[in-house]
């Protein structure tokens, strides 16, 4: 074989290697178009998750805001409850207090009356006087067992109603302790929802502006409705991987 020969032989030979290269050049291009492709389809699926979750987030803290004004308005009407049944219980000791005067006032009158009776009956000295007088001293200790009776009675109902209005003053006590820990309850919920909302918020800038590069097992990508932040840290690692690659 001439040198001329060996020399064409070897242009052909390197004319099909550069063939080769073009061609595996044009299927890398083909390829990284299209998982540039497949990676814009990510960013916006991401950035349309992301959206919803912050939506859901707001909503979710408009209606702990309105649940914390029903509490406080709760809190509100409670406390004047309170008050109204304070009021009532120094009302009912009052009246028990009342009760207590007159029923000590009617037993004294009552044996002013009884003494009255027996001077009266040690001045007429007639029998027939005397029996009639007797008669009327024991209707007038029937009617004084009424009366004492009767305020015993009234006496009791107004202890009853005084223990009604403790009761009621302990239930209402117990209602504003319970209202004010739900109250709390509620504003950490609107801490966390807040703290998510910021994570998610930075999570979704770093798909537009990739920072530390980090090696990453990569896996076909998964929407994942429980976790969004799983979804955005995906994404993430995930553009960061193709820049290394």
Not at 17 to 44: P, S
Not at 61 to 75: F, G, M, N, S
Not at 80 to 94: C, H, P, V, W
Not at 230 to 236: A, F, G, P, R, Y
Request: hydrophobic fraction near 35%.
């Amino acid at each position: 074989m001439t040198h001329a020969a060996e020399k064409a032989r070897n242009d052909v030979v390197d004319l099909a290697g550069r063939a080769a290269a073009v061609v595996e050049g044009l299927r890398t291009v083909k390829r990284t178009i299209g998982t540039l492709g497949d990676l814009e389809d990510h960013v916006l699926v991401a950035e349309e998750i992301a959206e919803q979750d912050k939506q859901e987030l707001r909503n979710t803290l408009d209606t702990a805001q309105e649940r914390i004004v029903a509490l406080e308005k709760d809190v509100k009407e409670g406390e004047n409850i309170t008050r109204a049944l304070e009021k009532q219980f120094k009302d009912g000791s009052k009246q028990l207090a009342e009760a207590r005067s007159t029923t000590a006032k009617n037993i004294t009158e009552m044996a002013d009356s009884n003494r009255s009776n027996v001077t009266l009956e040690a001045q007429i000295g007639i029998e027939n006087e005397t029996v009639a007088l007797d008669i009327d001293k024991a209707d007038a200790l029937k009617t004084k067992d009424d009366i004492i009776q009767a305020l015993v009675e009234e006496k009791s109902s107004a202890e009853e109603k005084a223990r009604g209005l403790q009761r009621d003053k302990d239930d209402i006590s117990q209602t504003l302790a319970t209202t004010i820990l739900e109250k709390e309850a509620l504003a950490a919920e609107i801490k966390t929802s807040d703290s998510r909302l910021a994570n998610i918020e930075k999570r979704v800038a770093c798909l537009l502006r990739p920072g530390e590069h980090a090696e990453v097992d990569m896996t076909v990508f998964r929407y994942s409705k429980d976790s969004p932040e799983d979804n955005v840290e995906h994404l993430t690692k995930l553009i960061q991987w193709q820049g290394l690659h």
